[in-house]
């Protein structure tokens, strides 16, 4: 399975977002992961749809937007009509009978949906909504912040994933071109990374080390 590299905009430059993210979008990247944080659900506040609608124009590339906010249904829309490609939803946060009604009516759209977990969420949580999914994230740090140490004891539930569902994993959290190593072996195939990318000096061999992280 091909590995996709996922940079995420928290790492970037704010105050030149759009160069940020015209030049990320050479480096050989396969979509943009754009964190939503509420101060409820994680303990940190980032960006709105304002911010995704006005980075649309500047890639053609898919965005995923990771919802971590504490009623995501209430805002899922109005970041669709952002121009999200992607709208990835914390099974702590919505019931699978709801994230399966939500996939129906996203996939009707020809939006992809995706589903994650945190780090001490058990893997039985998600297990009525793979069919459902296009993605699984596992968060590999508690979200909330960037620049994260990876927390390793995830990896087992990586594993446990994949030997339940074959569609893309992806982690998120701490990831770098050694922690990218363990991930993919576990089973993952996209790494979602953002200070390992946008704090390299080359950031297309940065990508190209992730891609490469067998």
């Given at each position: ?23 990320i ?7 943009f992961?754009?964190d ?19 980075l ?32 990835t ?13 939500q ?41 909330g ?26 982690v ?5 071109d050694?922690?990218?190593r ?9 790494l ?14 940065a990508?190209?080390?992730l891609?490469?992280?067998?």
């Open positions: 399975m091909d590995i996709k590299v996922a940079p995420s905009i928290l790492a970037a430059d704010f105050a030149n977002l759009a160069d940020e993210v015209k030049d979008s050479r480096a050989g990247i396969d979509f992961h754009i939503i944080m509420d101060g409820h659900f994680v303990p940190n506040i980032s960006i709105g749809p304002a911010v995704v609608n006005s649309r124009p500047h890639t053609r590339l898919p965005l995923d937007v990771h919802l971590m906010i504490q009623e995501p249904l209430k805002y899922m829309d109005r970041f669709i009509g952002a121009g999200a490609d992607i709208i939803l914390h099974i702590e946060t919505i019931k699978p009978q709801k994230f399966k009604q996939a129906e009516k996203l996939h009707a759209k020809g939006i992809k949906i995706a589903v994650s977990l945190n780090p001490d969420t058990p893997v039985s949580r998600i297990k009525g909504v793979l069919e459902a999914a296009d993605m699984v994230l596992v968060m590999t740090v508690y979200p912040f960037g620049g994260q140490k990876f927390i390793s004891s995830v990896l087992p539930k990586i594993t446990e994933i994949r030997s339940l569902y074959s569609g893309d994993i992806a998120d959290g701490g990831i770098d050694k922690t990218a363990l991930a993919v072996k576990a089973g993952a195939n996209v979602a990374a953002g200070t390992y990318i946008f704090k390299a000096k080359d950031r297309k061999k990508v190209r080390k891609k490469y992280a067998h």
